[in-house]
C-alpha cells in the first residue's frame, strides 16, 4: 500500500503517547512476524483479531495520529482517498462537525425503501430533525424500562430454561430475543422471527459492512428489503384495523399521525420503521456474541460476572459486558465523507489536512484505548464511567437504539449467566464463527 504519511515529529509526542506506541509497535510487528503467509496474508489476519486492531491503532496514535492516504479503502460509495483518524479528540472532532464530514449512506438507504431517504442516511437539515422527532415520540426512553427490558428479560429466560445444558447462541438466543422485540415491540408482528433476522442482516450487511459495492450482496439485501416492506405494510394496515392491545412504535407513529400535528405522512411510517429493523437484530445479537467471547477469555471476569447474574444483577452484568465490548466494539470505525477541503486537528501539532470527497475512517474503537482520554486503557475494569464508551457512534448519529442496547442487552445474556459455569463448546463450534461478518454460530455449555 502506497501511503502519503502524514507523520508528525516523535519528539513532539507526549512522552506517554510515545511509551505506549513504541510498546504497540513492538507488539505488532512480533504479530505481523509471526505466523505463516506472506505479509498481506498476514496483516489481513492481523486486521481481522481485535488484538491487532487495538496494537495497530496504539501504533498511529503515536506515530501517525491522523494517516492519509491517496488510496480508497472504500468503494461502495463515491469517494477519493482515505483518512485514518485514531485519536479520541480527533474522533470525536469527526463525529461533531456534521457540515464538513457527512454521512454517505443516502443512495443504499433510497434503494432500501424504493425511493426515500431515511434519517441515518440525511445531514443535520429539518427532514432530519423532523423524522427523528417523531420517531422519539414513537420510541420512548420510558418504553425501555417498561416494556423492552421486561420483554426480553422473560424471552430469555423462557429459551434458557428449555436448552440447559448446550446453546448455539446466535441460532436459539442472541437473534432471538431482538426480533421478538421487533414483532413485540416495535409492532411489526407479520413477519416470523427467522424471516426478520434473514433480511435485517441481508440489509445490515449492504448499507454499512460491505465497503466494496458487491452485486450479490446488494441483490440479497434488495430482495430482503422489499419482503420486509411487505411485512411492514401488512403491520400497519392490521394496526389500523386494531388499534386496541399493548402499545407499540408501530401504534404510536399511526396515532402520530392520525392526530394531524405532524406525524408522518405517506410511506414515512414504513420507511421510518424498516430502518429501526434493520438496525436492532444482527448488531444486538453481535455485540452478545463478541461480549460473551471476551468474558470467556477472562475466566476471573467471568466467575464475578456469572455472580452478579445469580443475584440478578443487570447493573453489573452490564459494566462486564460493555467492558468486554470495549475490547471489541461491533463497529471499530464509523465512517464519513469531507464534504469540502478542510482541516481535522486544526492548531495542533498533527493537524491534517482533508481534500473534499476523501472518506474519514473515524475509529471509536481507537478512542476507546486512547490514553489521553481514558485511565489504564488496557485494563479491564468495570468501573469505568459511561462516557468512556462509544460503543455504537457519537454525536449527531450516534445510534437511536442507545438507550434499548444499554438496556436489552444485560437483560438477554443474565439469565444465561445466571448458573453453572459458562464454557466454550469443543473445538471450533465454541467460537463465533467468521463465515459472514455476523457470527451464525457459536455453542456455549451450562
Ligand atoms: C449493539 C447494538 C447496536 C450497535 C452496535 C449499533 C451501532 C450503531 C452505530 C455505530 C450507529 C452510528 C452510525 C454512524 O454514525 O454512521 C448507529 C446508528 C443508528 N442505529 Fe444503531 N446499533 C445498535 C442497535 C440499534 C437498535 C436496537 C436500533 C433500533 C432501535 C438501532 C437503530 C439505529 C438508527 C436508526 C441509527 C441512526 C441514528 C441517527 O442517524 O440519528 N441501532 N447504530
Not at 482515505?82 to 454517505?104: N, Y
Request: glycine fraction near 8%.
Amino acid at each position: 500500500m502506497s501511503l502519503a504519511l502524514n507523520l508528525f515529529h516523535a519528539t513532539e509526542l507526549e512522552a506517554h503517547t510515545l511509551g505506549e506506541g513504541a510498546l504497540r509497535g513492538a507488539e505488532l510487528a512480533s504479530m505481523l512476524a509471526s505466523g505463516t503467509g506472506d505479509i498481506k496474508e498476514r496483516l489481513k489476519r492481523l486486521l481481522a483479531d481485535p488484538a491487532g486492531q487495538r496494537a495497530l491503532f496504539a501504533s498511529l496514535r503515536a506515530f501517525a495520529p491522523n494517516l492519509a492516504t491517496d488510496k480508497t479503502l472504500i468503494t461502495a460509495y463515491p469517494c477519493n482517498g482515505t483518512v485514518i483518524v485514531s485519536r479520541a479528540d480527533d474522533v470525536r472532532e469527526v463525529l461533531d462537525r456534521q457540515d464538513d464530514f457527512e454521512v454517505v449512506y443516502e443512495p443504499k438507504m433510497r434503494k432500501i425503501t424504493g425511493g426515500v431517504n431515511f434519517f441515518l442516511g440525511m445531514q443535520d437539515d429539518a427532514d432530519y430533525q423532523r423524522d427523528t422527532s417523531i420517531m422519539r415520540l414513537a420510541a420512548q426512553r420510558g418504553d425501555v424500562a417498561d416494556i423492552v427490558v421486561p420483554q426480553a428479560r422473560e424471552a430469555a429466560r423462557q429459551i434458557i430454561t428449555h436448552h440447559s445444558k448446550t446453546i448455539d447462541l446466535p441460532q436459539v438466543l442472541t437473534t432471538v430475543v431482538p426480533a421478538l422485540m421487533v414483532q413485540r415491540y416495535f409492532g411489526i408482528d407479520t413477519a416470523s422471527v427467522e424471516d426478520l433476522r434473514e433480511w435485517a442482516t441481508a440489509m445490515f450487511w449492504y448499507l454499512f459492512v460491505d465497503l466494496q459495492g458487491d452485486p450479490d450482496i446488494e441483490k440479497k439485501a434488495l430482495d430482503c428489503a422489499a419482503r420486509c416492506l411487505v411485512a411492514i405494510d401488512a403491520a400497519i394496515a392490521k394496526a389500523e384495523a386494531n388499534a386496541d392491545g399493548p402499545v407499540t412504535v408501530l401504534k404510536r407513529a399511526i396515532a402520530l399521525r392520525d392526530a394531524g400535528t405532524g406525524g408522518f405522512e405517506g410511506s414515512g411510517i414504513r420507511n421510518n420503521m424498516i430502518g429501526l429493523v434493520i438496525g436492532a437484530i444482527p448488531t444486538i445479537s453481535k455485540a452478545c456474541v463478541q461480549a460473551l467471547d471476551g468474558l470467556l477469555d477472562r475466566p476471573d471476569v467471568l466467575a464475578r460476572t456469572q455472580a452478579a447474574a445469580a443475584s440478578s444483577d443487570e447493573h453489573a452484568v452490564g459494566c462486564a459486558v460493555f467492558e468486554a465490548l470495549r475490547f471489541n466494539p461491533v463497529n471499530p470505525v464509523i465512517y464519513r465523507r469531507a464534504a469540502r477541503d478542510c482541516e481535522i486537528a486544526s492548531g495542533t501539532t498533527h493537524a491534517c489536512r482533508v481534500k473534499k470527497d476523501t472518506m474519514v475512517l473515524a475509529s471509536n474503537l481507537s478512542a476507546m484505548f486512547d490514553p489521553a482520554a481514558v485511565d489504564d486503557p488496557d485494563a479491564f475494569r468495570m468501573d469505568r464511567p459511561w462516557n468512556v464508551y462509544m460503543l455504537w457512534g457519537y454525536g449527531l448519529h450516534r445510534c437511536f437504539g442507545d438507550v434499548i442496547n444499554r438496556g436489552i442487552i444485560p437483560a438477554l445474556l443474565t439469565p444465561l449467566l445466571a448458573g453453572t459455569p459458562l464454557a466454550r463448546a469443543g473445538g471450533d463450534a465454541g467460537h463465533p464463527d467468521k463465515v459472514t461478518p455476523f457470527p451464525q454460530h457459536f455453542t456455549v455449555m451450562r
